[in-house]
């Protein structure tokens, strides 16, 4: 009895594989994306050596190629740049040009399949499944259009992957940046690559699994996709198992392309200068609170809770938070609390570097229990926040300010 329910899993696993759909799946990376918004924004900065700054200037995020080519490291601190590549240009970020190129590049990616899923400002995985009837070409050409509409429409180049795991069409993106833009992994090209491909190159492993695995003697993943499920499973959870499968070709994690609300908001961002000012921090703090109120109710959410932290001249960090009796996306409910817990915080004569807000427990629904009078207020405020983010819409940032 054992050996035909054995027999019976094995021939329904065999008829799994043979008709399953094979998907095919690309994955779309803005090459150098903050740099290339600012040379989008200014042709004056092509083909130099440009660096993008961090919020307070601090160090170098994004690097164009011929900064690479310099030897300007990621993450460089400006005065050490300043001082070893003098000829470099250096650029404040501006992130609301970038999210505004971001969505540019994802609507492109909607014009050719539905199932996009954005998975950071300048990546997105995209399931090209099928669509050779409709676009009808193969896949390569299809992706070949890809590069060049999003290059034509938002002057943004990208590198795309392409194979049948998102595990391995991002593995395939990372060769693309030195293979002309595109790299494919077809299955029979799948063994090779992984023959050549170091365990920490894979997306999802991490450092403290990499050193799980080197004391294995796993090096390659190769290597990693010979080992059982059990003992995967045994090491890293079921992860490990979905892992192998995936760097094997198999579609585990699918392109999902569902909105999700975000768990938590915040917004933070140094002071131009070392302040022990009270009055100078509200008012940072202030504009911190709105930009993180408009975000929320961007996705038509509610926060139960609220952070403020505050960071000194030489780093150290301190923060509070406290629940809120009602939910609220307005910052004129969240500023009372969020000052409260600043002036908790504040010391007269320390200086201070940065602050910023968190608004956790998100709730982004309608759905949520008040009193009669407590909902009157709620609509209030809802109608009013609405009036304040159409007002910015029409006429630009800031155009109307709120108190605290």
Same mark, same amino acid.
């Given at each position: ?79 050490? #740049? =300043?001082?070893?590549?003098?000829? +470099?240009?250096?650029?404040? /970020?501006?992130?609301? !040009?970038?999210?505004?190129?971001? @969505? $540019? ?63 391995? #069409? =991002?593995?395939?993106?990372?060769? +693309?940046?030195?293979?002309? /833009?595109?790299?494919? !992994?077809?299955?029979?090209?799948? @063994? $090779? ?63 999902? #392309? ?14 131009? !200068? ?131």
């Amino acid at each position: 009895m054992l050996l035909c329910f054995v027999y019976v899993g094995f021939i329904i696993n065999a008829l799994y594989h043979v008709f399953m759909k094979r998907r095919i799946i690309a994955l779309v990376d803005c090459d150098s994306f903050f740099v290339s918004c600012e040379q989008a924004e200014n042709p004056e900065l092509k083909g130099k050596p440009v660096c993008v700054l961090s919020n307070n200037d601090g160090c170098i995020v994004s690097r164009s190629k011929e900064a690479k080519a310099l030897g300007i490291k990621m993450g460089m601190p400006l005065f050490m #740049a =300043k001082k070893e590549f003098p000829n +470099a240009i250096y650029v404040s /970020g501006h992130h609301k !040009i970038y999210k505004k190129y971001s @969505k $540019k590049v994802m609507d492109c990616l909607k014009e050719f399949s539905p199932d996009v899923e954005i998975y950071s400002i300048d990546e997105a995985f995209v399931d090209l499944t099928g669509t050779r009837k409709l676009h009808k070409k193969n896949y390569i050409e299809i992706v070949k259009d890809i590069r060049n509409i999003i290059l034509e429409k938002t002057d943004i180049p990208v590198s795309i992957g392409i194979s049948t795991s998102k595990t391995l #069409a =991002k593995l395939a993106s990372d060769k +693309a940046k030195n293979t002309g /833009g595109i790299y494919s !992994i077809g299955t029979m090209k799948i @063994k $090779k690559v992984l023959s050549e491909t170091p365990i920490e190159e894979v997306w999802g492993i991490g450092k403290n699994n990499t050193k799980a695995l080197h004391k294995k003697g796993i090096l390659l993943c190769s290597e990693l996709i010979e080992m059982t499920d059990a003992s995967l499973k045994a090491l890293f959870g079921i992860t490990g198992v979905e892992l192998k499968y995936e760097l094997m070709g198999e579609a585990i994690f699918s392109v999902d #392309a569902d909105y999700k609300a975000p768990k938590s908001i915040q917004d933070t961002s140094a002071f131009g !200068i070392f302040t022990s000012d009270l009055q100078y921090i509200k008012k940072a703090l202030n504009e911190h609170i709105h930009i993180a109120c408009k975000k929320l109710r961007k996705h038509g959410g509610y926060c139960s809770s609220v952070g403020v932290m505050l960071r000194t001249k030489d780093f150290r960090v301190t923060w509070n938070k406290k629940n809120l009796t009602i939910p609220t996306n307005f910052e004129l409910e969240i500023s009372k609390t969020a000052m409260e817990l600043l002036e908790g915080l504040y010391k007269n004569g320390v200086l201070y570097r940065a602050t910023g807000i968190y608004l956790n427990d998100l709730t982004c629904t309608k759905d949520i229990q008040t009193t009669l009078f407590e909902e009157l207020k709620q609509n209030e405020n809802d109608n009013l926040a609405k009036t304040l983010d159409k007002l910015e819409e029409k006429f630009g940032h800031n155009i109307v300010r709120t108190g605290y």
